[in-house]
């Protein structure tokens, strides 16, 4: 049972996708006229269109909700002492894609999510450039919202095992995803894209299976899962566990599968 009840996780929805909306413009004003890059201690870029998005959101969220804390990937240095006493927060990428900002490609995101009890229970998505975003709450269900702010209920699709469509990676493939891929059948499709743009594919319905074996952090699925699971699909470990939030010290992803069709088949190709 949720803490929050549905009609407020409704209106929190869409004052989320206004901070979204929000960062999203500082970001494009940046990716517009030029921007620095530095690197972080594990040698991920950070641009100063991170930090602006970063500071913009968590300002505009403690002040619409004083009481929940906030952990940003640019902000993520609490100690899980503290993190395991909170029952909620929001979760927080302020650029994920930041390697496709840097190329500029334009497959980049704002993603913030709820999470309460290890659960995402509220994901938005907003991408700057297209102005499109995807929405999500728990019970609720997930829509996508086109550049003119039409809102389209999205739903995942039934699997074809002759007709399979992959979410890759834009930047991040490996080994172990070239594997699975071989394993599939001969006339399968990869659709190559970037940042949590292949959570949205399987939402949507274009995509079949989105394979992360690669590192990821929780910021980079929040959002995605609650999008990805009110549509009617699964965000799960290599052992088909659900994906869950401050568990443990490491803000570190397993690998994980994001699966739009719950009974199909798929430990035969892993």
């Known amino acids: 049972m949720s803490l ?29 006229t ?12 950070l641009t100063n269109a991170d930090m602006a998005a970063h500071k913009h959101i968590c300002a505009r969220l403690k002040s619409l909700t004083p009481k929940i804390p906030i952990l940003s990937e640019e902000s993520s240095h609490i100690p899980y002492e503290e993190r395991q006493q909170w029952q909620q927060y929001w979760l927080v990428d302020p650029l994920d894609g930041t390697r496709e900002f840097i190329k500029r490609n334009g497959e980049f995101s704002v993603n913030i999510a709820l999470i309460e009890k290890n659960r995402s229970i509220l994901g938005v998505i907003y991408i700057p450039v297209s102005g499109e975003a995807y929405t999500a709450a728990s019970g609720i269900g997930a829509t996508k919202i086109d550049s003119d702010g039409n809102e389209l209920v999205i739903n995942v699709v039934k699997t074809k095992p002759d007709n399979i469509t992959i979410a890759g990676s834009r930047s991040h493939g490996n080994e172990r995803l070239q594997n699975f891929i071989t394993n599939l059948p001969d006339d399968s499709e990869v659709l190559s894209i970037g940042s949590s743009l292949k959570f949205c594919l399987v939402a949507e319905g274009k995509a079949d299976i989105y394979p992360r ?17 009110e549509a009617g699909g699964i965000v799960v470990d290599t052992g088909f566990n659900s994906l869950r939030y401050n568990t443990k010290a490491s803000l570190l992803n397993p690998p994980f599968l994001v699966i739009a069709d ?9």
């Open 213 to 229: 074996f690669g590192p990821t952090s929780e910021w980079d699925s929040g959002a995605a899962q609650c999008i990805v699971e």
């Open 4 to 32: 929050i009840q549905a009609s407020q996780l409704e209106i929190l929805k869409k004052e989320v996708l206004s901070i979204a909306q929000e960062a999203g413009e500082k970001i494009l004003r940046i990716y517009e």
């Open 34 to 45: 030029g921007f620095d890059i530095e690197r972080k201690n594990d040698n991920s870029p």
């Open 262 to 270: 719950r009974e199909f088949n798929w430990q035969q190709y892993l």
